[in-house]
């Protein structure tokens, strides 16, 4: 692939991705384009770039009321470069990167920041499910939410170990995916599932069975936290 078509692709699939989670096309404007434009020069890896946008939707998705929308894909800049700062605090070595100096942020305290940012998503799904009387995922949130402490003493005390951190929030996250889909009617699961088909239906022939088992499980676990306002416990990806 040329450097003009991964270029294109960079734009294609945030463009594309924005409008798949704002639920309705919008042209971008120039200073969107242009924003995009900044990640990438800033070496913004496209999944990097991709996680801070959905981390910004889920957010949203808790607090909006009504009909509101995001309007711009400057809401995002902030979690984007927050993440990507992340990104390079665990890969800078493997890049050659420098070591961070006094006053830069180092991979403990980004990974630090980043947790505790987390566990006030999670905080803030309890009060939800709370009001939801559901009491699985509740049970569920609160089980995890001692478990995300434990790993952000564990970043303070022990040597860092992006990887290990990585394994143990996907595991939460797994906890937490099940009892939501244990909260679904057989109905309710059944249309999901018709859903993610449907719209895979036209991809599946270019995919692998991997692929597209990988493809559909994302998309139902992102339908899952969206519909029962969970956040994503991982640390970039």
């Known amino acids: ?30 200073r969107d384009w242009a924003l995009i434009g900044e990640w990438r020069e800033a070496g913004v890896p496209l999944r990097v770039a991709l996680q801070g946008i959905a981390n910004v939707f889920e957010s949203f998705l808790r607090r909006a009321q009504g009909a509101r929308r995001i309007n711009s ?16 605090g665990l890969h800078g070595s493997d890049a050659g990167r420098p070591g961070a100096s006094a006053g830069e942020q180092t991979p403990g305290k980004a990974i630090q920041r980043h947790l505790t940012r987390l566990a006030r998503r999670v905080r803030e799904s309890m009060t939800l499910a709370s009001e939801d009387h559901r009491d699985d995922i509740l ?56 859903a993610a088909d449907a719209l895979l239906a036209g991809r599946r022939a270019q995919m692998t069975e991997e692929a ?26």
């Open 73 to 88: 894909l400057s809401y995002c800049r902030q979690e984007v470069l927050s993440l990507h700062e992340l990104y390079l």
């Open 212 to 237: 597209y088992a990988a493809t559909r499980r994302s998309y139902i676990a992102f339908q899952l936290r969206r519909s029962r306002n969970l956040p994503r416990l991982t640390l970039f990806d």
């Open 139 to 194: 049970q569920a949130l609160a089980w995890i939410t001692p478990e995300l402490k434990r790993i952000r003493s564990g970043v303070k005390t022990a040597t860092l170990d992006p990887h290990d951190i990585e394994a143990q929030l996907r595991r939460l996250d797994e906890t937490v995916l099940e009892a939501a889909r244990l909260s679904l009617s057989r109905d309710e699961l059944g249309r999901l599932e018709s």
């Open 1 to 30: 692939m040329s450097g003009t078509d991964e270029a294109d692709e960079y734009y294609r699939a945030i463009e594309e991705e924005f409008n798949r989670l704002r639920g309705a096309p919008m042209l971008l404007s120039p």
